[in-house]
């Protein structure tokens, strides 16, 4: 698996090796022990898979507070997205960046997002399914957002009238938010 930097501290695109041949292919999705060696351990505790009917469906941008604050492996089984991660750490380097990446059946990338990011997506075709693990459980008390259309971020989406969820629509803008994550790395 190749381990490749984005723009933003401390979130990576994993690249896995895929082995093809005349039957089809092969791929390890997820291996502790190569994420251990790069630095990285996480004890993920669940598994989540979304299919979006539509084109143009954003979801995000999420996050949870701790205690539940959660690192995601994102990635897409079936057809593709249009992925964004926000750096939300105050005092981080990349602090209020935001960073897009293609994700797609077809390219295999995943997308390592770590706590403190805000995190969303839009399908760029019908029937797209998104799967990803996390290393905290899921918890509704917890559970915030940032709007997908602040326009401090300016966020490049693929659609200007995006399909939301209602709670999506009720999200506040970054600057409206209390300070839950404090970035704890080295430059």
Known sequence: MNFIKTK????YILEPKVFGDHRGYFMETYNAKLLDEQGFSFNFVQDNHALSKESGVLRGLHYQLEPFAQTKIVRVTKGAVYDVILDIREGSPTYGQWEGFILSEDNKRQLLVPQGF???????????EFVYKVDNYYS?????????????????WPTSSPVLSDKDTKHPNLKDLESQFIYKGKE
């Not at 805000?118 to 797209?128: I, R």
């Not at 509704?140 to 490049?156: K, T």
Request: net charge negative.
């Open 118 to 128: 805000a995190h969303g997506y839009c399908t760029l075709v019908e029937n797209t």
């Open 8 to 11: 933003l501290k401390d979130a």
């Open 140 to 156: 509704p008390v917890h559970d915030r957002g940032i709007a997908w259309n602040d326009p401090d971020l300016n966020i490049d």
